[in-house]
């Protein structure tokens, strides 16, 4: 397990790139930020010149891969980094400077155990896109298809595993303050990071779920996923049919190529909808660079490494808070999440439906280009802080990929009413999940798995194991040897800087900003 030290150093390396960009400023200056992240911020940037305008996006760049992917989510969070380092930090691209083909060729060549000639007829040596991740190269299969190679970055799995055991002890530390910075569960939000990134660093995983969803989207015309080569794909390389359509960031292309741009907004808010709320599974990388429309105007994704999950039940909720809110329900969206247990039962519902009606009523009726979903967000996570609301980590994802959704909509059509697409699709699905049919349904489904439950319940009753049940549990998070805990149970020992506090470890404490404000997202 890597030492305190080693934390500390990593923290103090990043923790200056921040300040240099200016991006501490802002943590000194929140009133919710703990007393003791602020006095760190300080100290991390004594010395250090800072420009007039913040700049957090060159500073998550210049850090690195992970540091990328923790701005992009940043990047949908106002409520925790302010709108102005929210605004910037949509600026993020995640790209890098690409590798070296011959070190491409080798990753290739050692995860197949085979020259590359064998592999592929023909591949391309300059990329076509080179992201934090991976980069991808055009090239021909030996029957003469046309397909993308995705290549891992050599070493890439090796530094993601270093910065997120740093992300983990930090978090760590960070929660143990209480308060604020407990109620926003950074732990669990890690573990969640954890998790989505070691998907993404695996391409059969991302194969996989490219699969996944063309198998969940298969009866819904105009919306496809490529088709796979599994033959050329493993852990590091994932070979996937080549997409020569026009991309939906080019809205010039797609004007001049015929199709009706109003049309084309519209259904991909539908296809989204019926990914997130139909089928619990829908693809949460969802920006320009990953959507292509053919000919017919059938929209293709590609980038398959983020994906997101719902079950039945939360989709259910969201489902019913979405109708609440286009129809000015707003009693009824307070009681889903007393519900859902995202608001403590020492609040009322009376007092949180009025707080939600604060949020939704200058919404209704007004086109996108006015009030925006994504507005209506941002006012839903600034009221969590009065009603004491943990932070859900899994719906976090799904709050990014709606605010991307959103943003590709209004460029093709500035005038689309996001909850006037939105209600009928939420409706009929409300109607179909919570009609008579399927209640019915549903009470059968469960009896049915109860009585196939119980002689296995009886068996744990016997071998006086409690029995499991309600909501899923989250992951066990891994244990941190605490400084502060250290030093209180046993005498100095080892390195004495680190004895003297964490007060003394100069700029490590600029990482607390980031992580603090970096983690959560």
Do not use: C
């Amino acid at each position: 397990m890597t030492g305190s030290t080693t934390h500390v150093l990593r923290l103090l390396k990043w923790g200056r790139v921040l300040a240099r960009h200016g991006a501490l400023r802002g943590i000194e200056n929140d009133r919710n930020a703990p007393a003791q992240v602020k006095r760190l911020s300080r100290i991390a940037r004594f010395g250090t010149r800072q420009p007039a305008e913040p700049d957090y996006a060159g500073a998550f760049q210049e850090i690195g891969p992970a540091a990328i992917k923790l701005g992009q989510a940043l990047a949908t969070r106002p409520d925790l980094v302010g709108e102005g380092p929210a605004r910037n930090l949509l600026t993020l691209q995640d790209s890098l400077p690409p590798v070296a083909f011959s070190e491409i060729r080798q990753v290739i060549e050692s995860s197949f155990g085979r020259p590359l000639e064998q592999v592929f007829a023909s591949i391309e040596e300059d990329p076509v896109g080179a992201a934090s991740i991976a980069q991808v190269h055009r090239a021909i299969t030996p029957d003469g298809r046309t397909v993308a190679v995705k290549v891992l970055r050599p070493g890439i799995r090796e530094q993601f595993a270093r910065d997120v055991e740093t992300y983990e002890w930090a978090a760590a530390h960070l929660e143990a303050l209480g308060g604020e910075a407990s109620r926003l569960r950074p732990r669990a939000v890690v573990a969640n990071l954890k998790r989505w990134t070691l998907r993404e660093l695996d391409l059969r995983r991302e194969a996989a779920s490219a699969s996944e969803l063309s198998d969940a989207m298969k009866g819904i015309h105009g919306y496809r996923v490529p088709h796979i080569d599994w033959d050329r794909t493993n852990g590091q390389v994932l070979t996937i049919e080549w997409i020569g359509a026009t991309k939906m960031s080019d809205l010039a292309g797609l004007r001049a190529a015929g199709h009706d741009l109003p049309r084309l907004a519209h259904k991909l808010v539908i296809t989204f909808l019926t990914q997130a709320i139909s089928s619990g599974f829908f693809h949460a990388d969802m920006h320009q660079g990953n959507l292509f429309v053919e000919n017919d105007g059938t929209i293709v994704a590609i980038d398959f490494g983020i994906m997101g999950r719902i079950n039945r039940q939360a989709r259910l909720w969201l489902a019913e808070i979405l109708y609440g809110l286009t129809t000015g329900n707003y009693r009824r969206v307070a009681e889903i999440h007393f519900e859902a247990q995202y608001v403590p039962s020492y609040h009322t519902v009376e007092e949180f439906a009025t707080a939600l009606r604060a949020v939704g009523e200058p919404m209704r009726g007004k086109p996108v280009s006015e009030l925006s979903v994504g507005q209506m967000l941002d006012g839903l996570f600034a009221i969590t802080r009065d009603f004491d609301m943990a932070v859900q980590p899994h719906l976090l994802l799904l709050q990014k990929t709606m605010v991307m959704v959103e943003g590709l909509a209004t460029a093709l059509d500035p005038d689309i009413n996001m909850w006037d697409v939105s209600a009928p699709f939420v409706k009929s699905w409300l109607r179909d999940e919570l009609g008579p049919e399927a209640v019915i349904a549903d009470r059968l489904r469960e009896d049915l798995g109860t009585l196939l439950r119980l002689p296995a319940l009886v068996r744990r009753i016997e071998e006086k194991f409690p029995p499991k049940g309600g909501a899923p549990e989250q992951a066990p998070l891994p244990d941190v040897d605490l400084i502060w805990e250290r030093r209180s149970k046993h005498k100095p020992e080892g390195n004495p800087w680190l004895g003297r506090g964490l007060a003394a470890v100069l700029g490590g404490a600029a990482a607390w900003g980031l992580t603090y404000w970096a983690l959560m997202g």
